[in-house]
Nanobody
Framework: QVRLVESGGGSVQAGGSLRLSCAVFGYRAYLGGWLRKAPGKEREGVASISVAGTTTYADTVKGRFTISKDNAKNTLNLRMNFMKQEDTDMYYC???????????????????WGQGTQVTVSS
């Protein structure tokens, strides 16, 4: 059974940093991603990392967020720097089967999701 468990959300002031972590159980060779959603808004793919370690970022976070994975621990991590108020969202880690040609940040293509962790950025 595949299970993803996030941790590390919270509150931070604008310009600050947070680190999210996601433990993945029951799944190894996956494309991992971090996605976010605010009430009334569509889900947005934030960052993804392939089995080989290739990363992809949304334009809104490029240069500020870094996705990584620890293969030994089977965790996905998201380091968020220079945070902005518009980064306030519920953040989810997700995993899916790697498929060539599929957009890595498309929320609808992810099969497995964590429960989400709230991130709030204040002014």
């Amino acid at each position: 059974q595949v299970r993803l468990v996030e941790s590390g959300g919270g509150s931070v002031q604008a310009g600050g940093s947070l680190r999210l972590s996601c433990a993945v159980f029951g799944y190894r060779a996956y494309l991992g991603g971090w996605l976010r959603k605010a009430p009334g808004k569509e889900r947005e793919g934030v960052a993804s990392i392939s089995v080989a370690g290739t990363t992809t970022y949304a334009d809104t976070v490029k240069g500020r967020f870094t996705i990584s994975k620890d293969n030994a621990k089977n965790t996905l991590n998201l380091r968020m720097n220079f945070m902005k108020q518009e980064d306030t969202d519920m953040y989810y880690c997700a995993a899916r089967t790697p498929r060539r040609g599929w957009p890595p940040l498309s929320p609808g293509d992810y099969a497995y999701w964590g429960q989400g962790t709230q991130v709030t950025v204040s002014s």
